[in-house]
Structures are given as structure tokens and as C-alpha cells.
């Protein structure tokens, strides 16, 4: 939507127009879908409703669900923008990531930590590491106690 000025086409294949698209700028000249001339600004932030869930987990070689993919629903995917594991008691190895694997492409954040330890991970981008329909979980290899923290949207 321009706030001023005009549109027209010309060639049938070229919109030109002279006004300000909010958010974007001055645009000049469109050619199919391309912008010849202006300035565009992309916010690279999703525009979702981002969730936070956090959770004190205690086992012995044991897995939890943090998100459980039949709540999320059919064919979409929880994206997390970031994590955090934080050990209070034993010494474990422990992970979030997403189904039951304990290595490879699912996991998120994996490391061996002894008591009072821990990490906090951020991604540039939300990741899913290409997963869908899978519970988001975490894992502690020993018996102890850590405390979870994730920041996530659901997207189809």
C-alpha cells in the first residue's frame, strides 16, 4: 500500500510508481516482484508467538518431553531460538534435542557436566534441525538433577 503518490503499469510488465510502501521506503520501479530502486529493510526476527518452558528434570539414564509433538499437532515443527541446561547435582551428561537419539543431527545442546555447571546456547535463527512431528525432550545419562530452559515457536 502506498501512502502517496501513484501506480501505473507500463509494458504490461512493469509497475512504476512513485510514493513510500511503510516499513520499506521509496520505490521507483517493480518488475516482476523485483525492486529495481529503494530501500528494503527485513527484520529477521519471526513474527510468531515465542514460548518459553522451563522445567527441573530428575532421572537416572532417562528421557523427559519437554514439548510433546501431539500438543504442536500433524506436520509442523517446534523451532527453538534458544536453550539452556544447568546441572545441580551428580555428575551427567545431558542434552536437549529432538526425539530419543543421543547423538547426530537432532541434538541441540549436548556437553558432560558436573555439578553447578551448565550452557546456555542462542541461535542466530530459530533451528528444528530439519525435525517434525518430534518431541522436543531432554536426556540425563546418570542420576541427578538439571534444570531446562527453552525459548521456542511452532510453525507448520
Partial sequence: MLT???VSMINAGTITSVGTIPGIGV???LTNGTI???TVHLDGRPGRNILSYGTTFVGTASYGTLIGSA???VGTSIWVNDVSIVN???TVTALVGFGTALNGTS???KGLFS???G???SFQLPVNAGMTNQDLVCYISAAGTIDVNVSYFISV
Fill in 36 to 38: 529495481n530502486d529503494g
Fill in 71 to 73: 500438543a504442536v499437532g
Fill in 4 to 6: 502517496a503518490g501513484t
Fill in 115 to 117: 555439578p553447578n555447571s
Fill in 88 to 90: 545441580s547435582s551428580g
Fill in 107 to 109: 541434538i541441540i545442546a
Fill in 27 to 29: 520505490i521507483t520501479t
Fill in 119 to 121: 550452557i546456555e546456547k
